[in-house]
């Protein structure tokens, strides 16, 4: 699973770099301080899995942060105050660590993640959707045929013609790519 870790505590995302690199199933993409430079840099992120979440920090808040994803990856709260706890599983965290974090409990923090994880990809039984157009979202394993700007998908009927607008053709592209892979 691909993570990122926002924590204001130097000291805290050093222990939780160590940890990631210690667990073969994880891989840290990047380290921040604050949520906002996270923001900057999250939105065009796409292969976000995983996401270790201080709550207390400068500017913006962990929970101000969550408030700010549409479709956020899984996340896991480490904080030194148990009383956000409550609030956090409103927002469907994975997990919840209290510092200071041991190993033990780091790994059974990812075992849960894993589990999720697992069960995301297996529903997704080779069906990936992707928008094509504003006005159209189709089942990228139904596409028959890409022709310039439309795409020709299968259906029980025969098959149906869906433009494809300008600003989806690229990642309509590089979606087709991932599944051909």
């Known amino acids: 699973m691909n993570c990122i870790i926002i924590d204001d505590d130097l000291m805290s995302r050093r222990i939780i770099e160590e940890f990631i690199s210690r667990t073969d199933q994880l891989r840290l993409l990047a380290s921040y301080e604050n949520a906002v430079d996270a923001i900057n840099v999250f939105n065009g992120e796409e292969d976000i899995d995983l996401i270790f979440l201080d709550i207390e920090m400068p500017e913006m808040s962990g929970i101000d942060f969550l408030e700010t994803l549409t479709n956020p990856p899984q996340i896991i709260i ?26 033990s409990r780091f790994f059974k923090a990812i075992n849960k993640a894993n ?45 149906k013609s869906i433009p494809i607008g300008k600003s989806y053709k690229d990642k309509l592209l590089k979606d087709i790519n991932l599944i051909i892979k």
């Open 115 to 159: 589990v999720r994880f697992k069960t995301k990809v297996d529903t997704k039984d080779n069906e990936i959707f992707t928008r094509v157009h504003r006005s159209f979202i189709v089942n990228t394993s139904r596409i028959n045929i890409i022709e310039d700007n439309s795409v020709i998908i299968k259906t029980q009927e025969g098959t």
């Open 78 to 103: 480490i904080s030194s105050k148990e009383k956000y706890a409550l609030d956090a599983f409103n927002y469907d965290v994975t997990d919840y660590l209290l510092k200071p974090i041991s190993y």
